[in-house]
């Protein structure tokens, strides 16, 4: 019998935020399945994924934790360049 494989976002939610405390809104993990998300509908950039997140994934962001808005590139940036 093959195991079943953990959610993503509980695999996400392992992985340690070394982001600053102060002005962090969006969880760690909720940031990595929110790109998730858009790169499977074609973005390939933070913009692009901030740009989805805005228009076409919003109820999603707020599903997975994303408060009170969407987050945008200057936050996504970051994250991926660590």
């Not at 002005?23 to 909720?30: E, I, K, L």
């Not at 933070?46 to 740009?51: H, P």
């Amino acid at each position: 019998m093959i195991p079943q494989p953990r959610p993503l976002l509980e695999v996400f939610s392992d992985i340690p935020d070394v982001r600053p405390s102060r002005g962090t809104r969006h969880p760690v993990s909720a940031l990595l399945a929110l790109s998730c998300c858009a790169m499977r509908c074609g973005s390939r950039s933070s913009r692009a994924i901030a740009a989805w997140g805005r228009h076409e994934g919003s109820a999603i962001a707020h599903a997975l934790g994303c408060t009170p808005h969407t987050p945008g590139a200057s936050t996504l940036h970051p994250l991926f360049g660590r």
